[in-house]
């Protein structure tokens, strides 16, 4: 069975040596008085709860899987239920949350490398809470004071859990499609119907109530997705007093049986005249889910990074316990018949591929989840806003980049194992199924790159990612002169100039051609995401730099590890650029009937 360790000195690397949280928060009144030994005590009191207590249920959850037992009846695997009231009893669902509703108001990039330590530990078990939090976080921004009042504290507490109800047998990405109903009774309710599919955590047995957001179309509302609206619809309907009442006409019809993930019950959601209640405004629905969205795409990101996490730790044990061979420069155990395969180039290469991509997507993310609280609570407007410009840019390569790295990494784990990474018993096999969802859900990866490309970048004539941009320049302007930066900073320099002019290309060609631009994403999002992480192991390795001569090893690894991103990872930038730019007449010259 894999092991999981909170990696502690990593994140305490990124949050205090390279990001400076506690000064930023200084910034930010709702949270001045966050310290340092705060943050750390409760990231390491989560990394025990996630070693200990779900970690030993994630590959026996993914044997057992969720289990339908009739009726609209879920139960989650053995352990889950007991598992996720340890989780409740301790607190954890409210450390981000407003205090209004009972939250501990800790800021959102505490949350975010809490969360990343859980998705190491079972990713599975995570989507319950995690979708509970996004849910929490929609009704938040969007609920009434009495949907507030109702719903926040026990969706606060872990009392209730939450989900989202978006897809549909015929409608996936394209909501604009979407049949499910809403017919308004008279009294403020509307009843509800039709079916929900792949909708995570739909049923099951960890909480009393679910809280489902679902999206549906008012009587007459205008097609597509200007017509779309957000109800309400639990599970069990509140009383007056706040408990549970009568069961609502929501039920799972099925779970699917699915290739990975099988801890999390993915259900079919029957509605057949539930009640719900209206979000926000009517055909509007769309705008209020966004926040559910949006969060659950950084989640993406996070359930990522923590399967790489893991996989990488996993396969570095092997690496230096396992022997095969012979050093090629000689016998390095020379009284034992055989050296560690950590002494061979290639493994080296698959480990140290792992590590560069799981260490720059820990530094991004955490950065990431800092320009949220900025965006947030910052007193300066034009700071708000230039975060939350940040957020929207770097959103599609969080959830894209980030998980299309993991499913290479947990690939090189399994690789790193040989035939025992294909056997289940070792682990490996079960990252790998359970990173390939990633890409897909939330917005497929191909969807994300067109968001990237069409309506975070061209759409404004590229004034966000010019905002990105100008925090290069200036770490640039910062260090150029700085001789033991050079070899990082150079290769920073030439993949800014070559995403501005790529990105300039683009857009004229798509002004002509609206398919260029589509055939030109998934490359182009491709080459930012190794220009954002270029950016942060270059910060990385100033930080390293600074502090080598300390005698510390961890800042002489993360030196090699910031030189083989720059020498072996950033270069295949070259060639996604080439397809960039190859046009879409080699993806659209052959007629769909040929193929």
């Known amino acids: 069975m894999p092991s999981y360790t909170a990696p502690m000195r990593d994140i305490q690397f990124v949050l205090h040596e390279l990001l400076n949280v506690e000064q930023e928060l200084k910034s930010l009144p709702a949270h001045a008085d966050v310290d340092v030994d705060t943050i750390n005590s409760i990231l390491e009191e989560g990394g025990k709860f996630a070693a200990t207590v779900i970690a030993p249920l994630?590959?026996?959850?993914?044997?057992?899987?969720?289990?339908?037992?009739?009726?609209?009846?879920?139960?989650?695997?053995?352990?889950?239920?007991?598992?996720?009231?340890?989780?409740?009893?301790?607190?954890?669902?409210?450390?981000?949350?407003?205090?209004?509703?009972?939250?501990?108001?800790?800021?959102?990039?505490?949350?975010?490398?809490f969360y990343e330590m859980l998705n190491s530990a079972n990713q599975a078990w995570t989507m319950y809470p995690g979708l509970t939090h996004?849910?929490?976080?929609?009704?938040?921004?969007?609920?009434?004071?009495?949907?507030?009042?109702?719903?926040?504290?026990?969706?606060?507490?872990?009392?209730?859990?939450?989900?989202?109800?978006l897809t549909e047998p015929h409608c996936g990405s394209d909501l604009g499609l979407l049949r499910t109903k809403a017919e308004p009774v008279g009294d403020g309710r509307y009843q509800i119907s039709g079916t929900k599919i792949f909708i995570s955590s739909g049923e099951h047995d960890l909480a009393e109530n679910i809280i489902h957001l679902?999206?549906?179309?008012?009587?007459?509302?205008?097609?597509?997705?200007?017509?779309?609206?957000?109800?309400?619809?639990?599970?069990?309907?509140?009383?007056?007093?706040?408990?549970?009442?009568?069961?609502?006409?929501?039920?799972?019809?099925?779970?699917?049986?699915?290739?990975g993930i099988h801890g999390n019950a993915t259900c079919v959601m029957n509605l057949d005249g539930a009640y719900g209640w209206l979000v926000g405004e009517p055909n509007r629905g769309l705008n209020a889910m966004f926040v559910m969205m949006n969060g659950a795409r950084l989640g993406v990101g996070m359930q990522s990074l923590g399967l790489a996490e893991v996989a990488l730790q996993n396969s570095l044990a092997y690496a230096k316990d396992r022997t095969q061979f012979r050093a090629a420069k000689g016998p390095v155990n020379k009284d034992k018949p055989a050296d560690p395969i950590i002494v061979h180039a290639d493994v080296r290469r698959m480990l140290l591929t792992q590590k560069a991509y799981t260490e720059a997507g820990r530094a991004f993310s955490y950065w990431l989840a800092l320009q949220i609280d900025r965006e947030l609570s910052h007193p300066d407007e034009k700071v708000r806003k230039d975060s939350a410009d940040l957020v929207a840019l770097l959103t599609p390569i969080v959830k894209a980049f980030v998980s299309d790295n993991t499913f290479e990494t947990?690939?090189?784990?399994?690789?790193?194992?040989?035939?025992?990474?294909?056997?289940?018993?070792?682990?490996?096999?079960?990252?790998?199924?359970?990173?390939?969802?990633?890409?897909?859900?939330?917005?497929?990866?191909?969807?994300?790159?067109?968001?990237?490309?069409?309506r975070k970048?061209?759409?404004?004539?590229?004034?966000?990612?010019?905002?990105?941009?100008?925090?290069?320049?200036?770490?640039?302007?910062?260090?150029?002169?700085d001789e033991s930066m050079k070899e990082f900073i150079e290769p920073l320099m030439d993949i800014g100039d070559k995403v501005t002019k790529l990105t300039g290309e683009i857009g004229m060609k798509a002004m002509k051609n609206p398919e260029e631009a589509t055939a030109a994403a998934v490359p182009y999002q491709r080459v930012v995401g190794h220009m954002v992480y270029a950016y942060f192991w270059a910060k990385m390795a100033k930080v390293a730099l600074a502090k080598q001569s300390s005698g510390d090893g961890f800042y002489t690894a993360k030196l090699a590890t910031a030189r083989f991103y720059f020498a072996k990872l950033l270069p295949e930038t070259a060639g996604y650029i080439r397809q960039a730019r190859a046009g879409s007449d080699v993806v659209m010259g052959l007629e769909a009937a040929l193929f």
Request: hydrophobic share 35%; charged share 20%; with cysteine.
């Open 214 to 259: 679902v999206l549906a179309r008012l009587p007459g509302a205008p097609e597509g997705t200007k017509g779309i609206s957000l109800f309400i619809v639990p599970k069990f309907v509140p009383n007056a007093d706040g408990g549970i009442g009568e069961r609502n006409a929501i039920k799972c019809g099925s779970i699917e049986h699915k290739m």
């Open 457 to 481: 970048v061209l759409s404004d004539g590229g004034a966000k990612l010019k905002k990105f941009g100008k925090l290069m320049q200036q770490f640039i302007a910062e260090n150029a002169g």
């Open 410 to 454: 947990t690939n090189l784990a399994l690789q790193c194992f040989g035939g025992h990474g294909f056997i289940k018993e070792w682990g490996m096999e079960q990252f790998v199924r359970d990173a390939r969802i990633n890409m897909i859900y939330e917005g497929t990866n191909s969807i994300q790159a067109l968001d990237l490309l069409a």
């Open 134 to 165: 996004g849910a929490y976080e929609a009704l938040h921004a969007h609920g009434t004071p009495e949907q507030k009042k109702v719903y926040l504290p026990k969706l606060t507490s872990g009392q209730w859990t939450g989900t989202m109800c």
């Open 58 to 113: 994630n590959q026996s959850g993914d044997e057992e899987g969720c289990t339908y037992v009739g009726d609209g009846v879920v139960t989650a695997p053995k352990g889950f239920k007991e598992a996720f009231a340890q989780y409740v009893d301790a607190g954890w669902p409210a450390l981000s949350a407003d205090p209004e509703y009972g939250g501990q108001g800790l800021p959102h990039f505490v949350n975010n490398a």
